[in-house]
């Protein structure tokens, strides 16, 4: 890791400046890449020795679950009513609560979307199948009191760049942002890909709209967290931002500090990563901005989340969360050697480290069947979470704590959160 604290720590300032300078003076303008991962050593036989003894949980360890839009989604019910929701909600709760999870990270702006009233994005089609249609209920403000009200707390997860997939309707609401920008012939800010409609961060107006967002959650809602997924850059190709970035090098090799595109694309992310946490700060200083990427830090780096910076200074985030989402028999990246990576990485006082755990994968064939080799993978990775001096961690998600075939997993995990 000090190869990359070296790399990324020491242009910082000067990248997240030299990106906000260019481009408030930018004028508008007119299949998602697959990752492959980087080989890396063979784990070791445990990095706290064969020995070592899990302690036993503190007071204040995360145990957080996810909460999808899919868990949440009302669009397929016959019942789309208020009280339909509330039950569905409750379930949630009370299992949640069962199970000895303390927080749920609850999916509220899937598509930029709103499960809740909102002055800059549309209602989620989640709640009646028709994005923009109000359900006749403020489901946020539900899902808050009810949390509140079983001991649990609740962050708002929110998906920052992306806009429109296949799990999306083809219409968009008039109201959405990306409606509004192509009638007014706004280019740039939005890009369309095979895989779907983002936002482009490279653009000033873009963040904010973004960090507005996440601020009127905060002031209109009790939230005790807001959460950014790992869903930034959705490719590597240079097809993405064509032009904006095209822009930024006709400007910045006129003084000979030109960003690679990799770099740039970073500095942007954390230019929208800085405001949205001070934005945060602002309206309510004792509410959490956390991040969730991927847990192959190479990978992070590539598609513009930065997570050196955000784990080594402040400002950015107060928590994050890899999605570490490997068994110990992962032939790339194992368990062990993730959670090694990570619990280095972060080195800024201000920051906690939870990890992203893959109650999905539990029982499935997944990783070549690795994961049917036993029933105790994710309580293993619990000790060992707990042994590396992280403050917690959250799994994915809900609707896998109550499967058949994560059966078995979830007993031994229970047994470790009771």
């Not at 959705?234 to 095209?246: A, C, I, K, L, R």
């Not at 799994?395 to 896998?400: M, N, Q, R, V």
Request: proline letters at 5%; one cysteine or more; aromatic letters at 12%.
């Amino acid at each position: 890791m000090s190869s990359l604290m070296k790399r990324y720590g020491a242009v910082l300032s000067a990248v997240v400046f030299l990106a906000g300078a260019v481009f408030l003076s930018m004028k508008t303008e007119g299949k998602t890449g697959t990752l492959q991962t980087e080989s890396l050593p063979p784990a070791s036989a445990g990095i706290f020795g064969e020995n070592s003894s899990a302690p036993a949980a503190s007071g204040d360890e995360m145990r957080a679950v996810w909460v999808p839009y899919m868990s949440l989604a009302m669009n397929g019910e016959k019942d789309q009513s208020e009280t339909a929701f509330h039950k569905k909600f409750d379930a949630i709760v009370s299992g949640a609560k069962e199970k000895g999870l303390n927080t749920l990270i609850v999916h509220v702006r899937p598509f930029g979307d709103a499960l809740y009233p909102s002055q800059y994005f549309p209602w989620s089609h989640i709640l009646t199948g028709t994005q923009g249609v109000n359900p006749g209920y403020d489901p946020l403000e539900y899902m808050v009191k009810a949390a509140h009200a079983a001991g649990l707390k609740i962050h708002a997860w929110v998906n920052p760049l992306r806009i429109q997939t296949s799990s999306t309707p083809s219409i968009l609401a008039q109201s959405n942002p990306y409606s509004r920008w192509k009638e007014e012939g706004v280019k740039g800010w939005t890009v369309q890909l095979d895989s779907g409609i983002y936002y482009n961060p490279a653009y000033p107006k873009v963040r904010e709209l973004i960090a507005n967002g996440v601020k009127e959650i905060v002031e209109k809602y009790d939230v005790d967290g807001i959460q950014f997924d790992d869903y930034f850059y959705p490719t590597e190709s240079s097809v993405f931002d064509t032009g904006s970035y095209g822009a930024y090098l006709s400007q910045a090799n006129k003084s000979g500090s030109a960003l690679g595109l990799s770099e740039w694309r970073q500095a942007n992310i954390n230019a929208l990563v800085s405001l949205t946490y001070k934005e945060i700060k602002e309206a309510k200083p004792k509410v959490v901005f956390g991040i969730s990427p991927q847990g192959n830090i190479q990978n992070d780096l590539k598609m513009g989340a930065d997570v050196v910076s955000w784990c080594s200074a402040g400002g950015y985030i107060d928590y994050i969360c890899p999605q570490v989402y490997y068994n110990f028999e992962n032939p790339v990246l194992p368990f062990d050697t993730a959670v090694k990576q990570w619990r280095e990485l972060v080195t800024h006082s201000g920051v906690k480290l939870y990890y992203g755990l893959a109650l999905y994968k539990a029982g499935s064939d997944a990783d070549s069947g690795t994961w049917q080799k036993s029933s105790d993978i994710l309580s293993k990775q619990v000790q060992l979470a707990r042994q590396s001096g992280g403050s917690g961690f959250m799994f994915y998600s809900w609707d896998y704590f109550n499967s058949d075939q994560t059966k078995e997993e979830v007993q031994n995990v229970i047994k470790l959160l009771n």
